[in-house]
Nanobody
Framework: QVQLVESGGGLVQAGGSLRLSCAASGRTFNTYAMGWFRQAPGKEREFVAA????????SYADSVKGRFTISRDNAKNMVYLQMNSLKPEDTAVYYC??????????????????WGQGTQVTVSS
C-alpha cells in the first residue's frame, strides 16, 4: 500500500503562484512515477503533470506547459507541483497519484493505483 497526502492548495488571484506538495509513504518502491491530476466541478478528472522516480522523464498537459513545474525529492519521498501564472480555469481539486503500471501512458489515470484525498486550488479573476 502507498499513502499519499497533498497540501498547499488555497485561494490565489489570477497571475499568482502556488506550490502543491505530496508526501508519499508506504511501499513506494513498487511505483514507477508520480502524477498530478485535477478535477473541476462538472468535469472529468484530467492529467496535469507526471514525473518518474528515477531519471529525467516528465510529462505535462498542454494547458499547463510553461507555467507548471513538477519536481521530486527522492530522499524525502516528496513530489511538488509549482504553479505559476495561474488562471481561473486552473481552479480544481488537485490530486496526487502513484503510477503502478508501465503498460499505460503516464497521462492515463488508469495507470495510477494510489490517490491522495485532493487539495482545492481556487484562482480568482
Amino acid at each position: 500500500q502507498v499513502q499519499l497526502v497533498e497540501s498547499g492548495g488555497g485561494l490565489v488571484q489570477a497571475g499568482g503562484s502556488l506550490r502543491l506538495s505530496c508526501a508519499a509513504s508506504g511501499r513506494t518502491f513498487n511505483t514507477y512515477a508520480m502524477g498530478w491530476f485535477r478535477q473541476a466541478p462538472g468535469k472529468e478528472r484530467e492529467f496535469v503533470a507526471a514525473i518518474a522516480w528515477s531519471g529525467p522523464s516528465t510529462s505535462y498537459a498542454d494547458s499547463v506547459k510553461g507555467r507548471f513545474t513538477i519536481s521530486r525529492d527522492n530522499a524525502k519521498n516528496m513530489v511538488y507541483l509549482q504553479m505559476n501564472s495561474l488562471k481561473p480555469e486552473d481552479t480544481a481539486v488537485y490530486y496526487c497519484a502513484a503510477r503502478t503500471s508501465l503498460q499505460l501512458s503516464m497521462r492515463s489515470a488508469s495507470g495510477y493505483s494510489y490517490w491522495g484525498q485532493g487539495t482545492q486550488v481556487t484562482v480568482s479573476s
